[in-house]
């Protein structure tokens, strides 16, 4: 359970008890009190097992496979998959990969629907890129319609490990990650993933790649 939902449900318990003592009524506080369930249910953070295996890029968040493509980058051809994350889905974010954290870039913005395309680029937004052996992931934490916070609990420099949890987007939105155009996709569209548990990619021993910051424009559907 992350603690964001002790304290909305702890708040909301205590709103429930209030209206009770205030009215008599017990039917007052069944509003308040349902909020306070879905609250400790949205915020359920269970385990999950992490593969192994050399290259293995793990999902970092779970939701609906929207988008597997290449992008243009100045640094040349990418790959960029995203993954939406409804309401209903885990929100816990994950790393993709073992390394260190080499890069985190903060932009405020809208909050458009996380479905729509512009929302990559004009949304709020958080990108981090993971450091491997011989190469960089990326991935961004892109703010909803209903998502009006973003958490990323590491800083630059810091190790992390596959599938360790790094941060948190409130309620709906949506993660992109980028990967070297020569990785091994092991996902398509329409797939719903999980978050340090499904693996998305495998990326070759011998990729020496380095990823840009994720690019916009330049896509091409697969």
Do not use: C
Not at 23 to 29: I, L
Not at 77 to 103: C, M, Q, Y
Not at 166 to 183: Q, T
């Amino acid at each position: 359970m992350v603690r964001d939902g002790y304290f909305y449900a702890l708040g909301l318990l205590a709103v429930a008890a209030a209206l009770v003592w205030l009215t008599g009524g017990w039917w007052w506080a069944a509003a308040p009190t349902l909020l306070a369930a879905f609250f400790l249910w949205f915020f359920r953070d269970p385990e999950r097992a992490v593969p192994g295996g050399p290259g293995t890029v793990v999902s970092p968040a779970d939701g609906l496979v929207t988008s597997v493509a290449a992008v243009a980058t100045p640094a040349g051809e990418r790959l960029k998959l995203s993954v939406f994350l409804s309401v209903f889905d885990v929100h816990v974010n994950r790393s993709p990969i073992a390394g260190t954290v080499a890069g985190v870039e903060y932009q405020k913005g809208l909050f458009l629907n996380a479905m729509n395309p512009d929302s990559a680029d004009k949304n709020e937004q958080n990108t981090v890129t993971v450091a491997g052996e011989g190469y960089e992931v990326a991935f961004k934490q892109i703010a909803g319609l209903l998502a009006r916070r973003i958490v990323f609990a590491k800083r630059v420099g810091d190790r992390v490990e596959r599938g360790e949890r790094v941060g948190l987007i409130k309620f709906g939105s949506r993660v992109d990650i980028l990967l070297p155009a020569n990785a091994a996709v092991a996902v398509k569209k329409g797939d719903r993933v999980k978050g340090g548990s499904s693996v998305l990619a495998t990326i070759p021993q011998s990729a020496q790649t380095i990823v840009e910051p994720l690019a916009a424009g330049g896509e091409k559907r697969r």
